[in-house]
């Protein structure tokens, strides 16, 4: 069996990591959007296939979009943007008002796309393991039933954006798979040695 | 061949569009697939602005591309959402039915080692198949909703209509045994009344008579025979049943009475009357019902009366009609109580006459309302009601090819719409 837990160093490494990283991608998306964007202190947990369920169940005020990563490490980054101030954030991003079903459906896409990146690309970057993300996709929540999930563990490193003026939030989480795990526990030890 | 070279080969020949920009948006590198698309030669537009080559998209690329220069991640666009980013053709001329490539494109950061983007590579794969057929598919989808949903409102039809079958057949055999209940006991029921009517007046005598003798005897006035009567009269009870006969047979006497009432309804339910076809105004019918159950409104019960004015008589059953009425007002009115209000409306709209009765009454609970037209269903107190009142409206009503609705909420009111059809209400 896989030692998948991460020890407090480890933790306590990634997270201050994560934190650097994310004030970074805080900044570049500034002044992508000009927006003043805060950002949560990242949560890293250990996940089983119920603490997943909990995070995708269905929220009506929800859109729910994943976003695959391979390389060195690989996993999912799910993104769950609400619908609250999205209209707010369509503006911001120079989309024309009304927005049509496929102009929604490509914001949420296009948010999604620039929030796991900043997120990803922070985590690879700082740990020196390579990873590229594929296309975003919507999906739909978990309305009813638990899916039958091929894992056990899952790492999840959680951050919230949000922008205040406009009441829009976003979490982001990246879902890392238990052989990456053993991958950033290898490259966390390299760097606290 | 140098490594570079061969890199270079693969990258032009590549099943896939690759298009490099700076961070001017100038072409500084086309590959096979994409010039070819383009209809162009790589050295024509090279160092031209790509913004300027596709101004239909000029706004969204450029949103990719600074998109990719500042946040150093690759970007993605998807056919779902925006199918024809560049204006290419079809990869399937001959066979396909789609005149324009469905597209998908990623724009990737191109780096260099102190990690500032010094190009956006763009590239293009053509999805027109997979889209094509992902359309059709969804087309298949819609239709097969459609159809889903058109079975679905047939079904629902379908049990409307078998629940109103079941209804009609119900009434109609609740009218068969109504007939034959009525026909049975329609005449001992009338010997019972006469004769208990008769028995009334020949127990009158009868006391009169005792009574008679009783002061015969007093007048007379031996002790011996005053003694004898004094005695018999306290052993029969004769103070006690004097009085209580008249009231027994009283009560008889209303009791078959309200037999015969119920037998009545039972023989017009069972439409045991002739039927009389007439041309008949709505609104005097109410008037003359109005005239008959005035006595049943208290006093502080208030009646509005909304008639339109010109409206034209109606072949109809009026006198069957002024039943369907006086079941409507005398319900109201027992809704109502001691105060309230009973709004009578008789209007046209369209093919039909309608009357409305509305009342502010205590209402119907939505678990009755189903029942309320269901032969002997009463939320009366015994002696009431019979039950049939509504019913035997819903026939009537549904002989002159019309519709009875009701509208009710609880603690609100309730009203009953009649509608008659003007024309044909006789078929």
Known sequence: MKDLLLTEDQRDALQEMMNISMGQAAKSLAQLIDVQITLSIPTINEASPDDLVEILNHSDDTWYARQSFLGQIKGEVLSLISKEGCDAMAELMDYDKPLCDAQTQELILELTNILSGACLSGLSSQLELKSNLNMPTLFNSLTNGKPNYNWATVLLVEVCFSIESFSFNARVVICLEENSIVALKASLDALLS | ?427
């Open chain 2, 1 to 427: 061949m140098h490594k570079p070279e061969l890199l270079e080969s693969l990258l032009r020949k590549l099943p896939m569009g690759a298009c490099m920009v700076d961070k001017e948006y100038r072409i500084v590198f086309l590959n096979d697939f994409f010039a070819d698309r383009m209809d162009c030669d790589e050295k024509d537009v090279l160092g031209k602005s790509l913004l300027e080559l596709f101004p239909d998209q000029a706004r969204f690329l450029k949103k990719k591309i600074n998109s990719v220069f500042i946040l150093k991640n690759e970007t993605f666009s998807y056919w779902e959402q925006r199918p024809h980013i560049f204006n290419f053709l079809s990869s399937r001329p001959v066979t396909g039915e789609e005149s324009l490539m469905f597209q998908n494109m990623e724009v990737l950061p191109l780096m260099d080692d102190s990690h500032e983007v010094l190009y956006a590579c763009i590239t293009i794969q053509d999805v027109t198949a997979q889209a094509s057929y992902y359309n059709d598919l969804s087309k298949v989808a819609d239709e097969l909703e459609l159809e889903h949903k058109a079975q679905a409102s047939l079904i629902s039809k379908l049990k409307d209509t078998q629940s109103q079958l079941v209804h009609s057949e119900k009434m109609a055999s609740i009218g068969q045994l109504a007939a034959g209940v009525a026909h049975e006991i329609n005449s001992p029921i009338g010997f019972v009344y006469s004769n208990i009517e008769i028995l009334q007046d020949y127990i009158g005598k009868l006391v009169k008579i005792t009574q008679f003798s009783d002061k015969l005897i007093d007048k007379i006035g031996q002790e011996l025979h005053l003694k004898l009567k004094k005695d018999f009269f306290e052993r029969h009870e004769f103070d006690y049943i004097k009085e209580d006969v008249v009231d027994l047979v009283e009560e008889s006497l209303d009791g078959a009475k309200r037999v015969k009432a119920i037998v009545e309804s039972l023989k017009e339910f069972s439409h045991a009357d002739a039927k009389h076809w007439t041309e008949s105004s709505l609104i005097d019918g109410i008037e003359s019902t109005l005239k008959i159950v005035s006595s049943q409104f208290e006093s502080n019960v208030t009646l509005h009366k909304d008639y339109e004015k010109g409206l034209t008589p109606l072949f109809c059953m009026g006198m069957q009609l002024n039943q369907v009425f006086m079941n409507l007002l005398v319900n109201a009115a027992h809704a109502v109580g001691e105060n309230g209000s009973i709004f009578i409306k008789v209007f046209s709209e369209g093919e039909f006459q309608k009357v409305s009765v509305r009342d502010t009454g205590i209402g119907i609970d939505a678990k009755n309302l189903s029942k309320i037209f269901d032969p002997f269903f009463t939320t009366k107190p015994v002696g009431r009601g019979t039950g049939l009142g509504l019913s035997l409206s819903y026939n009537i009503i549904k002989n002159h090819n019309g519709n009875i609705d009701v509208k009710s909420s609880v603690g609100e009111g309730t009203e009953f719409i009649v509608s008659i059809p003007i024309k044909h209400a006789k078929e």
